[in-house]
């Protein structure tokens, strides 16, 4: 007989029996949901850190400030500074003069904000009425206008409507009249030019959103007899409200925060603080009177009816996204 050389089967072990230990289990990678809802905010991660830099600290700075008695004095180290709670937000709220120069800041804002609008959107609509070389020329001339630093743009003006040496009053047959004395003469100055820097974003804006609009509807709109104006209210307005939203609340904003027009126009605020804003009654508060306490709690204050006007552009944004 012959040996059986076969070599013997072998048996196969259940993991874990017999003594024989289990192999640990494969880790699974993290689902590619997972790992995509942290990539964006590895990108956002540097301007984020950045803002914060840039943002969080001054703003902290400026409401610490609010709640100190901060002044020349301490400023100096002749006296210590001292802890004064809401003090400085009740001398504010108990001055009569700062509502005046709260609701002449909300009248002007809203002012420039209606006229910056109207103008912006008419001008928009021009330029998908005109040619091609009518169309550039009024682009350069906005975009020009929108270039131009607003230090540099207010002395232009203020020359201008200057009384003895301005184009604008001999043009109007106005003498010697001057523009910056009176209240609302020289509001209404600082409104055109505001007017003049601001109107460019909102014409280049709105004219980008009527371009995407299909041709097909404006056509259709027209074959059925409907006004420039009618298409505008009924057809263009509100396929282009996600636009004038942003528009609008940038420009509420912006024209809130007016600074440098009424500094350099008015001289720092018209005769006798006739045209003062939030903005320069804040900076003549703080650095003017050395009140640094109660120009920074002008800051907060603004900050927070900006922050406010900002949550409600944001939830009206999503409210437009949720419709769409």
């Known amino acids: 007989m ?13 993991p874990g029996a017999g003594g024989v230990t289990a192999r640990p289990p494969r880790l699974r990678p993290a689902s590619p949901a997972r790992r995509s809802g942290w990539t964006p905010w590895l990108y956002l991660l540097p301007a984020l850190v950045l803002l914060g830099g840039l943002l969080v600290y001054p703003i902290y700075q400026l409401g610490l400030i609010s ?5 020349q004095a301490q400023v100096s180290g002749g006296e210590p500074t001292t802890f004064q709670g809401f003090g400085n937000y009740a001398t504010l709220f108990r001055d009569s003069q700062f509502w005046q120069v709260l609701l002449a800041t909300v009248v002007f804002a809203a002012a420039c904000v209606v006229a910056t609008l109207v103008t912006g959107c008419a001008l928009a609509v021009l330029l998908t009425r005109i040619r091609a070389v009518p169309r550039l020329a ?17 002395t232009v003006w203020v020359f201008l409507f200057d009384p003895d040496f301005g184009p604008v009053n001999k043009v109007l047959g106005l003498g010697d009249f001057s523009w910056t004395y009176g209240r609302w003469s020289a509001f209404a100055l600082v409104l055109l030019e505001v007017l003049w820097c601001s109107f460019p974003f909102v014409m ?12 097909e509807v404006l056509e259709a709109a027209s074959l059925d007899g409907a006004s420039q104006w009618r298409i505008w209210r009924s057809v263009m ?10 528009v609008t609340i940038q420009s509420v904003i912006w024209d809130f925060k007016v600074f440098t027009q009424i500094y350099v126009m008015t001289n720092g605020g018209g005769i006798a603080g006739q045209n003062l804003v939030l903005n320069v009654y804040a900076y003549q508060k703080a650095f003017a009177s050395s009140q640094y306490s109660l120009g920074s709690a002008i800051g907060v204050v603004m900050l927070v009816i900006l922050l406010a006007v900002t949550l409600v552009y944001l939830r009206l944004v999503r409210r437009q996204g949720e419709e769409l």
Not at 2 to 14: E, L, S
Not at 67 to 71: A, Q, S
Not at 204 to 215: F, Q
């Open 237 to 246: 307005a509100p396929m282009l409200r996600p636009i004038l939203i942003v």
């Open 204 to 215: 280049v804006t709105v004219y980008a959103g009527i371009r995407a609009i299909p041709t």
């Open 2 to 14: 012959t040996a059986d050389t076969t070599t013997p089967r072998k048996t196969p072990v259940r």
């Open 67 to 71: 709640f100190l008695e901060y002044t």
């Open 138 to 154: 009024l682009m350069m001339a906005a975009l020009g206008a929108w270039a131009t630093p607003a230090i540099t743009g207010s």
